[in-house]
């Protein structure tokens, strides 16, 4: 088993910045991909999909969603296990609960974290 825990949500104006953190815990040998999702206000609903944010593989290998390239930078360290999304240039349309996503075999998720930016 993965678990794993997620910090650093919060509220930020817009043009602002935020870290989020991914703490990995258990059989971690087995992570393979790592990744941030998030669901927007009003998406809370069982069976409504997470809008992938961010993914990165063990060999570093990134990939964005189009709406946060260049603003978003997602990044691991292997040897804490630890994940990180570094978020610059927030915009309202960012206010979501972000989840950590740990792919070992089975998939294990965090519990979210809010991330709400004011206009």
């Known amino acids: 088993q993965v678990q794993v825990v997620e910090s650093g949500g919060g509220l930020v104006q817009a043009g602002g910045s935020l870290r989020l953190s991914c703490a990995a815990s258990?059989?971690?040998?087995?992570?393979?991909?790592m990744g941030w999702y998030r669901q927007a206000p009003g998406k809370q609903v069982p069976g409504k999909q997470r809008?992938?944010?961010?993914?990165?593989?063990?060999?570093?290998?990134?990939n964005y969603a189009d709406s946060v390239k260049g603003r978003f930078t997602i990044s691991r360290d292997n040897a804490k296990n630890t994940m990180y999304l570094q978020m610059n240039s927030l915009k309202p349309e960012d206010t979501a609960v972000y989840y950590c996503?740990?792919?070992?075999?089975?998939?294990?998720w965090g519990q979210g974290t809010q991330v709400t930016v004011s206009s």
């Open positions: 996503n740990i792919r070992w075999g089975p998939t294990s």
């Open positions: 258990g059989s971690t040998f087995k992570i393979k991909t």
């Open positions: 809008e992938v944010v961010a993914s990165i593989t063990t060999d570093g290998v990134t």
